[in-house]
């Protein structure tokens, strides 16, 4: 069983930003997909962005050149970086990790975009 667990939530006023934190247990970390999801009060989930085994990166269109996704394998860990934030990205957000056929979900972390 893998546990995931992000951290990094708060509110922050529009135009700011925030890290969000995402730690994996297990050994092949290097080898898991890792994913932000979002969901945003009365919305279904939305995957945010993707990180794979070679930093392969993808990012919903809305959030390009705000977000940012990065990896540290050696710290079992994945990182999301927001800038520029605004009232829609606010949501709990969550991290997966995908190993093969098998998805694991952390708790959520919430961020709350408001002046």
């Known amino acids: 069983q893998v546990q995931v667990v992000e951290s990094g939530g708060d509110l922050v006023q529009p135009g700011g930003s925030l890290r969000l934190a995402c730690a994996a247990s297990?050994?092949?970390?290097?080898?898991?997909?890792m994913r932000w999801y979002r969901q945003a009060p009365g919305k279904q989930h939305e995957l945010v962005a993707e990180?794979?085994?070679?930093?392969?990166?993808k990012y919903v269109e809305s959030v390009k050149g705000r977000f940012t996704v990065s990896r540290d394998d050696a710290k079992n860990s994945v990182y999301l970086r927001m800038n520029s934030l605004k009232p829609e990205d606010t949501a709990d957000y969550f991290c997966?990790?995908?190993?093969?056929?098998?998805?694991?979900w952390g708790p959520g972390t919430q961020v709350t975009v408001s002046p």
């Open positions: 990180i794979s085994p070679g930093n392969r990166i």
């Open positions: 997966n990790a995908k190993i093969g056929q098998e998805i694991y």
């Open positions: 297990g050994r092949s970390f290097s080898t898991y997909v």
